[in-house]
C-alpha cells in the first residue's frame, strides 16, 4: 500500500512537471467536444428552398408560409419557368422546389385530392431524404389542417349528419428524450466516450512504455516491488485525471449543447469509472506489447479510434450492421458505455435499465486487466 | 554509515555467517532457445570483496546479472546471493541487493529529493531511518544543496552519484553496478572508484562490470567470461602471471602497422595488439632479447623509437583471454 502511494505520488509528480501534457489531457477533450459537437450535426436547416407557385392563391401562401415559418426552409424566391429552376438546382443556389399546381385552392375547396410537387437535390441522399421528411411532415400537416377547417365550416346540420364525419386519424408520432430529434443529444454521448477512451488508453500506454524505454523499469524492477503495486500506482492518477476530463466533457455538454441530465450523478461516475478503468487495462495491455513510445502510441490509437467510432453505435446503428460485425463490436466497451451513458444523461432510467451494459463493462475490464497483469508478470520476473 | 536498524532482512542473514560466500554461483547456466547465453558458471564472491566482471559485449555479462538479481530464472544451475536461492526466492534476493545500471535510471523530470523519495517509498524507508539515509545519500553523492535541483540538469558524474545513492539507499549488503562508469568523466570516474571502496571497507561485496580496463585494476578480484563461459578469475596480478613466461615488449616505431605485420613473421613472437601507437609483442620464450626484434624491424627499414619489456596490463591479459577462448 504504502509503496503503491510511493509510485502514484511520484507519478503524479512527473505530471505535475510536464504541464503542458497535464493541460492536454484536461482540457483538449473539452475542446475536441466543442469542435466535434458542432461539426457532426446531421441536422438540417435552413434548407434554401424556391417555389413554383402556379396557384397564387391564399391557400398556396398559406402552404408556402408552413414551409418557411418551420424553420427548416428558408425562401429563396418565386419561381415561373421550368428553365430557371433548373438552372437554380444545377447552380446548387436552392436544394428543394415546391411546385404547386394551378386550381390548388379550387380544388382543395371541392375537397378534391390535389397534388403538390417538391422536388429535392439529391447529390446527398441523406440529406435529401431527411428534406424529404420534412416536407412530407409539412404538407400532412397543412393537409390534415385543411380536413379539419373544411369540417368545422360546414353548415350545422351536415355536422350533426354522421354519413358526412369524416374520421380523421392522423399519426402523433412522439419522440422520447429528444423531442426534436437533435442529432447532438444522441452524438454528444458518443463524443464524450469516443474522446475519454482515446485519451485513457494512450496516456496510460504512453507513461509505461516510457519507463521501459528510460530503464527506470528495470531499476524498478531490481526492487522488491511486486507488478500490482507499481500498476496500480502508476494508473492511478491517470485515473483520476481522465475521470476529471471526462466530467468537463460531459458539464460543457450540457453548457454548449444542452445535454439534460436526467438520471443519477452517482451511476453516471460509476459508468465513466468503469469505462474508464476498462480504457487504462487496454492501455496497460498494449504497453506489454510495444517497446517503443511511437509503437505503443500507434497501436493505442488505432486500437480505440476506430472501433470506438465505428463500431460502437456511436454513430452507426449495430443493428444495422452485418452480423459478424455486430458480433464483435461485443468487444468494444464503448458500445456499453454509450447505452449505459445515453441512458443515465438523456432517459434518466435507472440501473435495471442498463445493468448488464455495466456488467460488461466491469468484465471488459477484468478480462484486459487479467490479461495485462499476466503478461506484466511474464515481463517483470 | 550509519547503521542501527536491520539493514538487510533476517531471510539474506540467515544461512551467511561470517565465512560464507556473499554471492556463491554453481553450474549457472541459461539458454535463450538453443542459444546458451551463460554457461556453466561457477565462482564465489566474498563478503566485502570488489569483484571485477569482464566480459566483451555479448560475453553474457548481463544474462548473469539478471540472474543473480532475481529478474531472470536459470536454466539449470544454483547462485545464492547473500544466502538466499535465486531461482527459489528471487524477491528475497531483490531485498538484500542494490543495483545501478549504466543508465543511471533515474526519473529526469524529478528533482533529487523526489528521486531519493521514490527509491526510498518502493523499498519501504520511512520515518528516521529514511531521513538518516536521505542524508548519507546527499552527502555521499555531494548532493547537498541541491535538494530540488531537476536530475535532467545535473551533470553526468552527480547523475552517476545519486544512482549509486538511490541503489544503496536500503543499504544492501551486495551491491550490482552494470557498467557504472560509462559517459562519466575522468575525476567522476575516480571520485566513483573512491566511493565503491568505502563501500567495500563497510562489508558490501561490490559486483561490477567495466569496459574500462584500467578501472578493473581497483577490484580485488576479476572474472573474465567469454562466450558465457568463465575463462580466467583472479586477482589482477594473478591473473597477468599468464605472461610470466611470455614477456610483452613494447615496440614504438614509425610505422606500428606494418610494424606488427613483420613481427607476426617473427618465429619468436607469439602474437601483436596494438596498444595506441605502440606495439605489444608476446614473445613465445622469456630468453628472446628484444634487441633481436629491433633488428628485425629496422631490416625491413623501420625505424624503432624504442623498445623494451613491459608489466603486462589487464588490457594485455583480457586479449589474451578473449584470443585464447575464441580459438578454443
Same mark, same amino acid.
Given at each position: 500500500m504504502r509503496k503503491t502511494l510511493a509510485v502514484a505520488s511520484k507519478e503524479l509528480r512527473q505530471i505535475l512537471r510536464d504541464r503542458r501534457s497535464l493541460l492536454i489531457l484536461l482540457f483538449v477533450p473539452a475542446f475536441f467536444l466543442l469542435l466535434y459537437g458542432y461539426a457532426l450535426n446531421f441536422d438540417i436547416r435552413n434548407v434554401k428552398l424556391a417555389v413554383q407557385d402556379k396557384d397564387r392563391s391564399t391557400k398556396s401562401r398559406e402552404l408556402v408560409s408552413s414551409f418557411v415559418n418551420s424553420g427548416y426552409f428558408s425562401l429563396v424566391g418565386y419561381v415561373d419557368s421550368p428553365s430557371e429552376l433548373d438552372r437554380l438546382v444545377d447552380e446548387g443556389r436552392v436544394r428543394a422546389i415546391l411546385t404547386i399546381p394551378s386550381g390548388f385552392e379550387h380544388d382543395l375547396s371541392l375537397h378534391q385530392p390535389v397534388t403538390v410537387q417538391v422536388i429535392i437535390d439529391g447529390d446527398n441522399a441523406n440529406t435529401a431524404s431527411t428534406v424529404s421528411g420534412y416536407a412530407r411532415t409539412l404538407i400532412n400537416e397543412f393537409s390534415g389542417e385543411q380536413v379539419r377547417l373544411a369540417l368545422s365550416a360546414g353548415p350545422a346540420s351536415q355536422r350533426s349528419d354522421p354519413s358526412r364525419r369524416v374520421p380523421v386519424i392522423s399519426v402523433e408520432p412522439r419522440i422520447w428524450y429528444n423531442p426534436q430529434l437533435r442529432s447532438t443529444l444522441f452524438l454528444v454521448p458518443g463524443l464524450i466516450a469516443y474522446i475519454s477512451m482515446i485519451t485513457a488508453v494512450v496516456s496510460t500506454a504512453l507513461s509505461v512504455v516510457r519507463e521501459k524505454e528510460r530503464g527506470t523499469m528495470e531499476q524498478v524492477r531490481m526492487?522488491? #516491488?511486486?507488478?500490482l503495486p507499481y500498476i496500480i500506482g502508476k494508473t492511478l492518477p491517470y485515473l483520476v485525471i481522465s475521470f476529471v476530463s471526462a466530467i468537463l466533457v460531459i458539464l460543457s455538454a450540457m453548457l454548449l449543447f444542452e445535454l439534460p441530465m436526467r438520471g443519477s450523478w452517482l451511476l453516471l461516475c460509476a459508468a465513466i469509472g468503469l469505462f474508464l478503468i476498462g480504457a487504462q487495462a487496454q492501455g496497460l495491455l498494449i504497453s506489454t506489447i510495444a517497446e517503443t513510445q511511437q509503437v505503443a502510441f500507434q497501436i493505442a490509437l488505432l486500437s480505440s479510434l476506430l472501433p470506438t467510432m465505428? #463500431?460502437?453505435?456511436?454513430?452507426?446503428?449495430?443493428?444495422?450492421?452485418?452480423t459478424v460485425v455486430q458480433w464483435i463490436t461485443h468487444i468494444v466497451p464503448a458500445r456499453y458505455f454509450l447505452v449505459a451513458l445515453r441512458a443515465i444523461v438523456l432517459k434518466g432510467a435507472d440501473i435495471t435499465a442498463f445493468w448488464q451494459d455495466m456488467m460488461a463493462l466491469a468484465i471488459f475490464a477484468s478480462v484486459a486487466l487479467g490479461l495485462a497483469s499476466l503478461r506484466l508478470r511474464r515481463e517483470w520476473a | 554509515m550509519s547503521d542501527q536498524t536491520g539493514s538487510v532482512p533476517s531471510a539474506a542473514l540467515e544461512k551467511s555467517g561470517p565465512s560464507a560466500a556473499a554471492i556463491d554461483v554453481r553450474g549457472l547456466t541459461r539458454r535463450f532457445g538453443t542459444f546458451v547465453a551463460v554457461d556453466n558458471l561457477s565462482f564465489s564472491v566474498k563478503q566485502g570483496e570488489i569483484f571485477g566482471f569482464l566480459g566483451a559485449n555479448g560475453a553474457g555479462k548481463s544474462t548473469t546479472i539478471r540472474m543473480l538479481c532475481g529478474l531472470l530464472k536459470p536454466t539449470s544451475g544454483t547462485a545464492l546471493v547473500g544466502g538466499v536461492d535465486v531461482s527459489r526466492n528471487p524477491e528475497g534476493v531483490k531485498r538484500a541487493i542494490g543495483y545501478m545500471s549504466q543508465r543511471f535510471s533515474l526519473y529526469e523530470a524529478l528533482t533529487v529529493d523526489q528521486n531519493i523519495a521514490f527509491f526510498g517509498g518502493i523499498y519501504g524507508l520511512r520515518g528516521e531511518r529514511f531521513a538518516a539515509r536521505r542524508q548519507f545519500v546527499l552527502e555521499m553523492a555531494g548532493l547537498q544543496g541541491r535538494e530540488t535541483t531537476l536530475t535532467r540538469e545535473l551533470p553526468g558524474g552527480w547523475r552517476q552519484r545519486l544512482a549509486l545513492g538511490c541503489a544503496i539507499l536500503h543499504e544492501p549488503k551486495i551491491v550490482f553496478l552494470d557498467e557504472p562508469t560509462g559517459g562519466v568523466d575522468p575525476l567522476s570516474r575516480r571520485r566513483f572508484w573512491d566511493l565503491i571502496g568505502t563501500l567495500s571497507r563497510d562489508g558490501v561485496t561490490v559486483l561490477v562490470t567495466t569496459h574500462y580496463l584500467d578501472e578493473a585494476e581497483h577490484c580485488h578480484r576479476i572474472a573474465i567470461i567469454q562466450a558465457g563461459k568463465l575463462a580466467a578469475l583472479g586477482t589482477a596480478t594473478e591473473l597477468k602471471q599468464v605472461f610470466s613466461a611470455r614477456p610483452i615488449v613494447e615496440i614504438n616505431a614509425s610505422q606500428p602497422v606494418q610494424a606488427m605485420a613483420i613481427l607476426d613473421k617473427?618465429?619468436?613472437?607469439e602474437k601483436t595488439s596494438l596498444f595506441g601507437t605502440a606495439v605489444h609483442a608476446v614473445l613465445r620464450n622469456a630468453s628472446t632479447d628484444p634487441a633481436v626484434l629491433a633488428a628485425a624491424l629496422r631490416a625491413e627499414g623501420i625505424e624503432v623509437t624504442s623498445i623494451g619489456a613491459v608489466t603486462p596490463s589487464l588490457e594485455d591479459v583480457f586479449l589474451d583471454v578473449v584470443e585464447r577462448v575464441g580459438a578454443a
Open positions: 526492487a522488491p #516491488l511486486s507488478p465505428i #463500431l460502437s453505435g456511436f454513430i452507426f446503428p449495430i443493428t444495422s450492421m452485418p | 617473427n618465429a619468436n613472437v
